[in-house]
């Protein structure tokens, strides 16, 4: 691995203050997080900046917050920060298992949330669970703040709709309602350490009595382009009784709604297969989850 290109380190602090340095300095100029990715891609020489804003210096913005109806994520918040949250594990333990699962100590202890999204990889473990749980993203630039669905915010391969100018800020992510659940399953090679096979989340609404579906989401990275949310399983599975036949009818619709490529790491056709098979573990796990938490307060 080659020595970092010459670069300049640029520290704001003020997210104004960083968001005009990335105006003067346009495409030369890349965002620095945690820099668990970009620092790696600077070395492999897959891209060169010659300006790294850092955004470590400015106050406040690895906040976990609960607010009115949900709970606001600094994107500079790191993903150990994250999993030791007693909010987000009370509240989002489908986020909560997604940290428990990326990277070794030390990389939680660097990578951020913001980072981990707007570095756009298919296989960023933190889009499918944010996409099951119909997070937003707070934007903010030279122009008016944006709040954008998660869903929407991933373009392609390493791709974002950011312009040059603009920094995540915020991740939003409202509220489960009562008789809610969901599950997060990464699917390695080996054991740890690992880049996943697929990765599937799933957050479900039941009715009062957990017998059927209200609501689904799922999210699902490495099978497609981008992550992303098969709305066809979803719709399918709102209104329906929860029941083996059902589950294995879902996992059918949402591989079909996939395009996974072939890799080293598995075939095309292993992954599709493997959708419908972690699918339906995802929702078994989720109504478990369910009927341990209808013991408690809503």
């Known amino acids: 691995m080659e020595p970092l290109p010459p670069f300049q380190h640029l520290r704001p602090k003020t997210l104004v203050e960083a968001i005009d340095l990335l105006r003067q300095h346009g495409r030369s100029a890349k965002v620095l997080a945690g820099g668990t990715d970009l620092l790696i891609q600077m070395k492999n020489r897959l891209t060169s900046p010659l300006y790294l804003v850092s955004l470590k210096a400015i106050k406040d913005f690895d906040e976990i917050l609960e607010v009115s109806g949900g709970i606001r994520i600094g994107a500079l918040a790191t993903h150990s920060k994250i999993q030791r949250s007693s909010l987000v594990r009370s509240r989002l333990p489908v986020l909560a298992d997604c940290m428990d699962k990326i990277g070794s100590k030390q990389i939680r202890n660097v990578g951020t949330l913001g980072g981990n999204l707007c570095n756009a990889a298919p296989s960023a473990d933190t889009a499918p669970p944010l996409l099951a749980l119909d997070a937003r993203l ?19 391969p390493g791709k974002t709709i950011l312009e040059s100018s603009e920094i995540l800020a915020e991740i939003i992510i409202p509220l489960p309602p009562c008789n809610s659940a969901g599950a997060f399953i990464k699917h390695t090679r080996r054991a740890a350490l690992d880049l996943p096979v697929i990765n599937v989340a799933v957050q479900c609404t039941f009715n009062v009595n957990l017998s059927h579906f209200e609501r689904v989401r799922i999210g699902l990275g490495v099978v497609a382009p981008a992550p992303f949310r098969p709305r066809k399983a979803e719709s399918f599975l709102e209104g329906k009784r ?29 992954r599709k297969a493997m959708i ?23």
């Open 138 to 156: 707070k934007v903010v630039g030279t122009g008016p703040e944006k709040q954008i669905p998660v869903d929407r915010f991933f373009i392609g």
């Open 242 to 270: 929860f029941e083996e036949k059902v589950l294995e009818e879902a996992g059918d619709i949402a591989s079909q709604e996939a395009s996974p490529r072939d890799t080293w790491r598995g075939s095309s056709s292993y």
């Open 276 to 298: 419908g098979i972690l699918l339906q573990e995802a929702l078994r796990m989720s109504k478990k989850r369910a009927a341990f938490y209808k013991e408690g307060a809503c």
